[in-house]
């Protein structure tokens, strides 16, 4: 009898599984149909055929898939490549903004190579899995504890461990040993909470995209940072100002719209839009002057941000005065510009809210989900080590 196992059941999200399918006729063709759907109850599947072995079996760790929503060995590709369901939907992506919620996944297995049919409702009719299984995905560990900030400038959520001696980034660097408080971004609301979370070990902060150069900026003018994290950011204040701790601006880079990029399917590419930092010095960010290191993470097939040319300038000015070891770069080849923690979907164009206009984040779904893998891991090595 045929039956498909997840080990484990329940588990992290950026935590790895195994997913094995046994009790199938030997060396025949099946379909594995992956469904979840996210905080907002928007639905997501993903589909693929596998060929079971001579034992009747299929086994994600060590089978190839062979055609689908995604090709070859890969493990984690029913959770990473999770695409809408509706076809009509504006770029959606994967909502986790529940953080205390699990994702609950369902795998099913249908006889035959029957992509196709399962993804289209009227072609299903009549088809029946020969196996299903529930799968469990949780964004916060148990036992660590949500509690809503509301005092002086401070507004946010702190999550951590809810023992004194349990080792509990938002969503899931708190259940590797790190108090974790997504912010309102301005340097005195920041400059105010960092003076109630701090410790000895000092303050981290990770920003992406637009957050990067917020992350940046925070790192540059708040002396209790230790370690800050840009993904995919810029070198200067693009778009949005940040206010510094003595009332003013930093000079702000607007994006140049006249060499916005719209594509035949209507979506918008940022890339060329994005000005040269030597054309606005002013508007430069002194990374130079940071109170802690840098970790910059820089997907090379980014299409929102040019993050190559950024990092490669913060690396020049902490060179030029003396600082080589500053800032740490790490360049992922065909990772687009929304590096996120692991087993989180693939987004290769996501929807710019105020003008409702889909945004190019560039990016092939295999080597961006691989530097999900490696980026989470070397984040959370770099926080350990610069925050002892």
């Not at 035959?112 to 560990?141: D, F």
């Not at 036992?143 to 509990?168: F, L, M, S």
């Not at 070990?201 to 370690?227: E, F, H």
């Not at 105020?354 to 560039?362: Q, Y």
Request: glycine share 8%; net charge positive; proline share 7%.
């Amino acid at each position: 009898m045929a039956s498909i196992s997840v080990t484990p059941q329940s588990c992290l999200m950026d935590e790895s599984v195994t997913v094995k399918v046994t009790g199938l006729e030997k060396a025949s063709v099946y379909t594995l149909h992956t469904t979840a759907s996210d905080c907002k109850g928007m639905p997501f599947f993903t589909v693929a055929t596998y060929k079971s072995d001579d034992a009747g079996e299929i086994d994600l760790t060590k089978s190839p898939a062979l055609g689908g929503h995604f090709r070859g060995v890969l493990p984690m590709a029913p959770f990473a490549h999770l695409l809408p369901v509706e076809q009509k939907a504006l770029f959606p992506r994967f909502d986790y903004s529940d953080v205390t919620k699990p994702v609950q996944f369902t795998l099913s297995v249908y006889a035959g190579p029957v992509a196709v049919q399962v993804i289209i409702p009227r072609a299903a009719l009549g088809l029946k899995p020969v196996c299903s299984v529930q799968h469990e995905r949780r964004l916060m560990a148990e036992g660590c504890q949500r509690i809503p900030v509301r005092d002086g400038k401070v507004r946010g959520t702190v999550r951590g461990p809810a023992g004194e001696h349990a080792n509990g980034l938002r969503y899931r660097l708190l259940r590797r040993g790190r108090p974790v408080s997504p912010l309102a971004a301005r340097g005195p609301w920041f400059s105010e909470a960092k003076s109630q979370l701090v410790r000895k070990v000092g303050v981290g902060v990770i920003g992406s995209s637009k957050g990067g150069d917020l992350a940046l900026s925070m790192a540059t003018n708040i002396p209790q940072i230790k370690a800050a994290v840009v993904v995919n950011g810029g070198i200067y204040s693009a778009v949005g100002a940040f206010k510094l701790l003595d009332g003013t601006h930093r000079a702000v880079v607007p994006l140049a719209f006249e060499r916005l990029v719209l594509h035949r399917d209507g979506v918008m590419e940022t890339y060329h839009a994005m000005c040269d930092p030597s054309d606005h010095p002013d508007a430069i960010i002194p990374v130079e002057d940071a109170y802690g290191d840098i970790l910059w993470l820089s997907g090379l097939a980014d299409r929102a941000m040019n993050t190559e040319m950024f990092a490669r300038l913060a690396v020049e000015r902490c060179t030029e005065r003396g600082k080589p070891d500053k800032v740490k770069v790490l360049k992922y080849p065909g990772a687009g510009h929304l590096l996120e923690p692991p087993n989180i979907p693939f987004s290769s164009i996501t929807l710019q809210e105020l003008m409702k206009i889909g945004t190019l984040n560039g990016g092939n779904a295999e080597e961006h989900c691989a530097a999900q893998e490696d980026a989470w891991k070397q984040v959370l090595a770099f926080f350990n080590d610069k925050l002892q």
